[in-house]
């Protein structure tokens, strides 16, 4: 398709070298002679290149030469972006976007104290406005840094709901919930996706919510794996966080936080299980026959700081299981930068496998693109810049210091690049940062009250949610 039978779109983006998709490597790669590179995983640059969206729909990837006047003078938007590189749309796979609020609020502690001493006890004084206040900051900070969608995991997701409307930003939204809550938690986990699936035009879909294998009982996550049958939908829940909570549950109950999703239905309608860093050889076994609707998001940063061993990627890799990247709450990942967990799982996976050839960068952009989408459960119209896929996109600017001279994009975009470099960003065909700045909203005000709640949210005399105890 070039040239006069090209159909007019609504936007053009013009000139830039687009990232078109990945391909997964090979199980077991590293083993492989050296110079088999392409066994090893692509990654296509497309050098000025034209994307022609319509309706928030790709319809084109073309050279930007071949693009006809009339269809530039058609288009409503054209984007300028000689000089850019083009790539998907970053997907945080984990994370509790308004936990903006206690970003920093605990520090320097064991994830014993850091539930128990601090988060839950100051989760208490929770309002809708901090929810709510706290999503817009992180949307703001995510469409920046070029994350045009997250899969986030939290209370008064209503609030959440809000502000992704609100901000034109794209999220797998779930709401939390405890077996200590009795009935009404789950209810409510379960009314939220049913009503909620589907909303803002389609950028909200939604998940169900436990909170984690040790802290929702076996009776409710079958009703949970009932639920999300019902609905059509996955399962986000915290499982294997640490090797030290699948010990635990070994000599609690004799089985690992995966057999127990295994045998209460999770897997098997599908799931995305934040972290994973305890997962063992064995669980393979539970997680293998639900390949294809199982994902595992790695949040590297958050592992190292709680000063635990890191998920077994090269394990699931081998075993075709989907791996994610995300940044679990800014309240233990500090930032909801995704480029810095990109690299950080990166470079975590070679030291953890001392092995420099394990995990190159065209493997990490398929981890950050199409393995990413394919664990929210939208792999065939997310993660790629090929027609029929959403116009999730982002420009960015490799020109910096950091940057250049230019070798080798795909290292250079996993291990130099900045959130700062990020120019432009689309979600749904729509600019929602245009030059750095976001176009539909700004922060300064949920940073101004946010800030002056400090007093009343670190407040830690008034009860606790929950006891850490796995
Ligand atoms: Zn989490």
């Not at 269809?71 to 976007?97: C, I, K, Q, W, Y």
């Not at 900051?137 to 997701?157: C, K, N, P, R, S």
């Not at 990166?346 to 030291?351: A, C, I």
């Not at 990490?364 to 999730?392: K, W």
Request: hydrophobic share 45%; glycine share 8%.
């Amino acid at each position: 398709m070039t040239g006069s039978d090209l159909p007019t779109v609504d936007t053009v983006i013009l000139g830039a070298t687009v990232l078109t998709s990945t391909t997964r490597p090979a199980p077991g790669y590293p083993d492989l002679p050296q110079e088999d590179k392409a066994a090893r995983g692509t990654v296509t640059f497309l050098a000025d290149h034209a994307i022609g969206i319509a309706n928030g729909v790709i319809s084109w990837v073309v050279p930007s030469a071949s693009v006809p006047a009339a269809v530039l003078d058609a288009a409503r938007e054209r984007v300028d972006a000689v000089g850019m590189v083009a790539f998907p749309g970053l997907m945080n796979g984990h994370t509790h976007s308004p936990m903006t609020m206690f970003r920093g609020s605990a520090e320097d502690v064991s994830t014993h104290d850091w539930f128990s001493k601090y988060i839950w006890p100051m989760e208490v004084n929770l309002t809708d406005r901090d929810v709510y206040l706290g999503a817009k900051l992180a949307i703001g900070e995510m469409l920046l840094g070029g994350v045009t969608a997250f899969a986030d995991h939290y209370f008064a997701t209503e609030q959440i709901a809000r502000a992704v409307e609100e901000t034109g930003a794209r999220a797998l939204l779930a709401s939390t919930f405890f077996s200590s809550e009795g009935a009404e938690g789950i209810g409510r986990s379960a009314r939220f996706a049913e009503e909620w699936n589907g909303a803002a035009g389609g950028r909200i879909t939604t998940a169900m919510g436990p909170h984690a294998t040790y802290t929702v009982d076996d009776a409710d996550l079958e009703r949970t794996a009932a639920h999300a049958a019902r609905l059509g939908i996955r399962t986000h829940i915290h499982a294997a966080e640490s090797i030290s909570q699948t010990e635990s549950s070994l000599t609690k109950r004799g089985v690992t936080p995966v057999q127990v999703l295994h045998d209460t239905g999770i897997l098997a309608t599908g799931a995305i299980i934040a972290h994973g860093a305890g997962i063992v050889e064995s669980d393979i076994e539970w997680l293998s026959p639900y390949a294809d609707r199982v994902g595992v998001p790695v949040c590297s940063k958050v592992y190292m700081k709680h000063a635990h061993p890191t998920t077994p990627v090269r394990v699931l890799h081998d075993a075709g299981i989907t791996v994610g990247i995300g940044t679990d709450g800014p309240a233990s990942h500090n930032t909801l930068d995704m480029f810095e967990s990109l690299r950080m799982m990166s470079l975590k996976q070679k030291d953890a496998a001392l092995d420099a050839t394990w995990l190159t960068s065209a493997h990490a952009l398929d981890l950050a693109t199409r393995q990413s989408a394919a664990t929210f459960g939208l792999g065939d119209v997310l993660g790629a810049i090929l027609p029929g896929y959403q116009a999730d996109i982002v420009l960015l600017d490799p020109s910096g210091p950091h940057m250049q001279p230019m070798h080798d994009l795909a290292a250079a975009l996993v291990l130099s690049a900045r959130a700062s470099d990020v120019r432009t960003v689309l979600v749904a065909g729509e600019v929602v940062v245009r030059d750095g700045k976001l176009t539909r909203f700004d922060v300064s005000e949920a940073i101004a009250e946010l800030n002056a709640r400090i007093p009343e949210l670190t407040d830690r005399t008034k009860g606790t949610i929950q006891n850490y105890a796995p």
